[in-house]
């Protein structure tokens, strides 16, 4: 027989999790959208070296698994940090983890940004350019304004699959919701009872993200 | 000095010129306008002087500085599109004051509204372009190119989305309003009338290259070859000889006027003649068979048949109701004689 009784102490630990998991996302979508940005302009550069080092970049991270990413950047990370500022203060994994998933998802968001960008028309560049502004200028105030708008709905579903895959830090020993609800039901001996509302709890926030998602969509195609 | 000196341009792509040795100038506070068929050239001559594509030979100078080297943002030339590119996400206002970078913010809202008010669209600074009618949004995009006052605006076919009516009298509000400014203007498009309303100096463009460039009155009535006197208005070319230093003869007679000085007495040439040179007139011994009719309110355009069968235009006031097959009295006024060596 179930129970899940022992779930309503456990909560305030769940919560901590919650907590975790979307600190990490939200610094994650802010980080990887600012990079996938940086990276679809180098993309769509004129400059052979820079749109070419870009796409290696985009080409290599989509090839290789987030795990993968995740473990490694979690040994690299303290390394590089050491290195470059002399000091072996410890970094953290919460660290490691967001410099991983932002590189990752980086690559992802730049694929979304650069279609964004391609959308609108040269006209709206040209028309900038005819009014005197600078190549910054006209991305920062006509082009990316009007991109961002259109991508909104790619990049937060986007996000959603990253909400799901933050769970994958569990691999270098962080609390995030998902380890938290696994630790918590170890201990208290009702492995399958947490597991299954931590997978409720994902599904309802997935769920309702998506439909909002949706919602916004329709109001963003009129 | 001229304003903007176009001298000598060539621009290809791939093999084939699209612009050809082209060289014209244009007057300080001179509208000027390219005219010619879609796929002439005319559209890329605005985008070299605009900077949206880099020079290949030749030069362009705006009041006598080169332009070659001079990015596109640094140019003081405004653009009006053909689609204008108003910015979507923009109010009327914040796209009017666009260029205004670096103006103080004073200056920047009263130059706005200024603008806002010279195209009578000065209740209009808060609303976004889509919920704009064609017309207002052109009249925003001209605000805006004006705005920054620049040198020179590009006009690159400014009225082709629009219907008919508003075209003509949109044209005329344009060249007023350009006027008004003292600003000079290129304008390219593929319609002649818009052509002749808007601008003092035209220009008729074939295959990239510019055959004429003059005033509209002069395209009209001093053609400078075939291809301008065939893509200028209407006429007919028939055969006739030179008959002396400042003569012609056809099968209407001869005529006296200024020749071309390549011709001689002899040589076999075809006359120009337009619908306006042919005036019905009853009382002429001369006669014409009616073949086809053309009712345009305020004129008929006539198709007739010379006696020799020769078909000639003639435009005649419009209670000058004739049936087709019905043979009427011609006379020509040539006060330009128009006549092209064979």
Known sequence: MMDFSQIVPALPALADGMVLTLKLLAMSVAGGVVLGTLLALARLSSLPLLSGLAKFYVNYFRSIPLLLVISWFYLVVPL?????????????????????????????FSEIVRAGIQSIPKGQVNAGYALGMRYDQVMRL?????????MTPLLLQQSIILFQDTSLVYA??????????????????????????????????????????????????V | ????????????????????????????????????????????????????????????????????????????????FQDYALFPHLTVSANVGFGLKGWARRERTARVAELLELVGLADSGSKYPHELSGGQQQRVALARALAPKPRLILLDEPFSNLDVDLRERLSRE???????????????????????????????????????????????????????????????LVPGMVSGPASLSFELGEFSGQLPDELAAGDAVDVLLRPDDVVHDDASPLTAT???????????????ALPSGQK?????????????????GIRLELDHLIAFGR
């Open chain 2, 174 to 236: 344009v060249r007023d309003i350009l006027k008004r400014e003292g600003m000079s203007a290129i304008l390219v498009t593929h319609d002649q009338h818009e052509a002749f309303a808007m601008a003092d100096k035209v220009g008729v463009m074939q295959q990239g290259r510019l055959r004429q460039w003059d005033t509209p009155y002069r395209l009209y009535h001093q053609p400078a070859d075939r291809a301008v006197a065939d893509f200028i208005g209407q006429g007919v």
């Open chain 1, 80 to 108: 590089i940090y050491t290195w470059l500022t002399g000091s072996f203060e410890p970094v953290g994994a919460f660290t490691s983890c967001l410099v991983a998933f932002v590189m990752f998802e980086a690559a992802y």
């Open chain 2, 290 to 304: 009616v073949l086809a009719r053309d009712f345009r309110g305020t004129v008929f355009h006539y198709t007739l």
């Open chain 2, 1 to 80: 000095m001229m304003l903007l000196e176009f001298d000598n341009v060539t621009q290809s792509y791939g093999a084939a010129p699209v612009v050809d040795a082209m060289s014209f100038a244009l007057a300080d506070g001179e509208i000027g306008c390219l005219l010619g068929s879609s796929g002439c050239g005319k559209t890329t001559v605005l985008r070299c002087i605009a900077g949206f594509e880099p020079l290949q030979s030749g030069d362009i100078r705006l009041a006598g500085q080169a332009l070659a080297k001079v990015p596109a943002h640094q140019r003081p030339i405004g653009m009006v």
């Open chain 2, 312 to 328: 000639v235009l003639a435009q005649v006031p419009s209670h000058h109701d004739h049936a087709i097959g019905e043979a009427i």
């Open chain 1, 172 to 221: 270098v020993g962080l609390l995030d919701f998902l380890n938290a609800a696994r630790s918590k039901g170890d201990i208290v001996g009702l492995p399958h009872e947490f597991l299954i509302f931590a997978g409720a709890v994902y599904f309802v926030i997935s769920m309702g993200a998506t439909q909002l998602v949706k919602r916004l969509q329709k109001r963003f195609a």
């Open chain 1, 142 to 150: 006509i082009v990316l304004p009007q991109a961002f708008r259109k």
